[in-house]
């Protein structure tokens, strides 16, 4: 058990694609299952899949139910535990109003991004403020080419991207989730 109240959304609308036209995204089945085996792994408290796609919606509902309910849960009960933390909404003020309503108050809202931004925080001067305890966060990961402006506008943190030892950024929303929960909350 955590002492802090951390969740997690993965926005799949409104996102931009390669030409910088804002789109919807597909989930995709396995950043469902990775990111909440890490959400369950560093301690968060549920994971917002933002998709307002009925279809789409369908796709990880039938995932949850599989692995919670049906025969995935009795064949692999580790599966059914992190998916537990899996929710779906339509849009991200959906995620935002839940967080508010369970809490008590808003979540201070943090953005990751591929995009270098003047005012971005480093892992772990955010580490240590989740940590803390004091408020709940969510951290919000974009698919396709990253979240929208309109949602970067609502965010009260922006987390430093993740560069390696080449300028190539561009990594899938799944291996971004493992690598910045393990530098947020990570133990060395």
Known sequence: MTDFRLYLAVVHHPVYNKHHEIVTTSIVIHDIHDIARAGKTYGATAMYEVEPLPQEQQIALRIAHFWNE???HEYNPNRAESLSLLRVVSHFEEAVAEIQHVEGEKPVLIATSAR?????????AMGEKIRSGDHPYLLVFGTGFGLADEVMAQMDEVLDPIWGPTDFNHLSVRSAAAIILDRLLGRS
Do not use: C, E, K, R
Request: net charge neutral.
């Open 70 to 72: 049906g025969f995935g």
């Open 116 to 124: 270098t931004f003047a005012n971005s925080i480093g892992y772990v």
